[in-house]
């Protein structure tokens, strides 16, 4: 049954493959991103998820062509690379807006449209990096870990009116992520030396050498055919056990083990 789905994120990396996979298939696909994707033929609007108020005309706008709405996908987000001491409130403002407040306010505005859907969804894309505290990237930590709570209470918030509200975990992933990452570090700091572009240069490596994309859409586009939704869902076998390990490892040592990676 083709359905209506609206994608954040829709113009690169996984929100784009994904909405690709979804035309291929026959739904109707809003793509929400600042520029639209090429080659493929969708329903785009430019909206800039920092700003409320484009948010506002963005769901004017899709309210008066639509009757329904069966699922939104929440992809767009990036990352910052730097020490938090080194961090300017302006970046944690804007990270926050873009991964967690745009997210909200947009779902909020369009939940009216999603009670209308057939087994509506609300499908938020996490990281595995919201459970495992990644220094010198921990504001994307941070809104990652903003998003799982509240995604966890809005699928509680919702039940009542039969809306499924989950979350996918993916780790490491090939995507644009890495380069689209705000890099403000400077390499030759002289107080934190080379950890931040050290840590920063592991990460980079582990993300060009992750699973594609697919390996996200996937499980996401068998999600939009279940009538129930896990709470959440880690991807990839590796990520799976790592969050298993980190459940029942001393926090101390998790810890310890994060920093070795990423911190020291």
């Known amino acids: 049954m083709s359905k209506t789905i609206l994608i954040t994120g829709a113009s690169s990396g ?9 035309i291929e298939r026959n739904h109707d696909v809003i793509g929400l991103s600042r ?4 080659d493929v033929n969708y329903t785009h609007f430019s909206c800039d998820l920092s ?10 706008t899709i ?11 929440h992809v767009a987000g990036f990352g910052i690379a730097d020490a ?10 804007l990270i926050h807006k873009v991964n967690v407040l745009g997210p909200f306010y947009l779902n909020r505005l369009l939940l009216p449209l999603l009670r209308k859907g057939v087994n509506p969804k609300i499908i938020h894309v996490g990281s595995v990096a919201g459970t495992l505290t990644i220094p010198f990237q921990a504001f994307y930590s941070m809104s990652k870990a903003a998003l799982f709570t509240y995604s966890e209470a809005l699928r509680m918030e919702l039940k009542p009116f039969k809306i499924s509200v989950s979350i996918v975990l993916p780790g490491d992933i090939k995507t644009p992520f890495t380069e689209n990452r705000k890099n403000t570090y400077n390499e030759r700091d002289p107080l934190y030396k080379n950890r931040i572009a050290r840590a920063i240069t592991k990460m980079a490596h582990d993300e060009q050498n992750g699973m594609a994309p697919e390996r996200v859409t996937k499980p996401i586009i068998k999600m939009l055919n279940k009538r129930r939704l896990p709470i959440f869902k880690t991807i990839g076998l590796q990520y799976k056990l790592i969050m298993l390990l980190a459940k029942f ?5 998790r810890l310890h083990i994060v920093y070795k990676l990423y911190g020291k």
């Open 14 to 22: 996984i929100g784009n493959v994904l909405l690709k996979q979804l």
């Open 35 to 38: 520029r639209q994707a090429k």
């Open 51 to 60: 700003d409320p108020k484009a948010i506002e005309n963005t769901v004017l």
């Open 63 to 73: 309210q008066q062509s639509l009757t329904k709405l069966d699922a939104i996908i």
């Open 84 to 93: 938090l001491e080194y961090t300017t409130y302006q970046d944690a403002e």
């Open 249 to 253: 490892l001393p926090h101390r040592l």
